[in-house]
């Protein structure tokens, strides 16, 4: 799991192949979500800015947001 700069967005992957976010506050709601089979994600990382997310796996890396 990733916490922002900030604090206010929470990331986390796991070895099922998702990568979850979730924006923390009065309101919490999960504001990225996303799927890639056969991906074993080990390892999660956010930019500053809060824009792009990496997951990366074994053999992969995936940047989204």
């Given at each position: 799991?990733?916490?922002?700069k ?11 192949g998702?990568?979850?976010?979730w ?22 990382a ?6 792009i ?8 890396c995936?940047?989204?947001?």
């Amino acid at each position: 799991m990733l916490w922002s700069k900030d604090d206010r967005i929470l990331a986390s992957c796991g070895a099922d192949g998702m990568i979850y976010a979730w924006q923390i506050g009065s309101d919490q709601q999960r504001i990225f979500e996303a799927l890639r089979k056969n991906a074993n994600f080990s390892c999660i990382a956010m930019t500053n800015d809060q824009k792009i997310i990496y997951g990366v796996s074994n053999d992969k890396c995936l940047s989204e947001k």
